[in-house]
């Protein structure tokens, strides 16, 4: 999956053209322009939607913008609008909605990166707040023994 970071600094979820986490690319009518931490302006080129059939419709909106080059940003604050609760640990997020995790990731290089899998921590001051049903697929007991 491409990579894919939750932001909760991000007004909206900016996607690069080549990821693999979106759908339904349509061409900008009319383009947004975003303000970069460098100054730098970017504008969007197309829209589209995430492939997180999980998420609500108004949480899979996003922009797509060609210069983004080191991954995409989902924006937080969209998806706690949108009905979701973000989770964060120091060690991974998780993002529910109704009380199902439909999001997670884990933190790598100081940035939540999400997969469409669905993570559950194993280190006891990890857990996400709410229960969850699903199987854990990467166990963290290694990290801080």
Known sequence: MSNVVADTGATGTF?????DCIVNIQPADPPIHVVCPNGEIMQSTHTAELSFTK??????????????????????????????????GGNFVNITLNGETVLSG?????????SDK?????????RPVANATIPKIIDYSNILA
């Open 15 to 19: 996607v690069e053209m080549n990821a």
């Open 55 to 88: 998420l609500p419709p108004a949480a899979r909106k996003c922009h797509v913008f060609p210069s983004l080059a080191s991954g995409s940003l989902i924006s937080v604050g969209v998806l706690c609008d949108a009905g979701c609760i973000a989770t964060f």
């Open 106 to 114: 884990v933190r790598t290089d100081r940035l939540w990166h999400i």
């Open 118 to 126: 669905t993570i559950i921590p194993t280190h006891p001051f990890d």
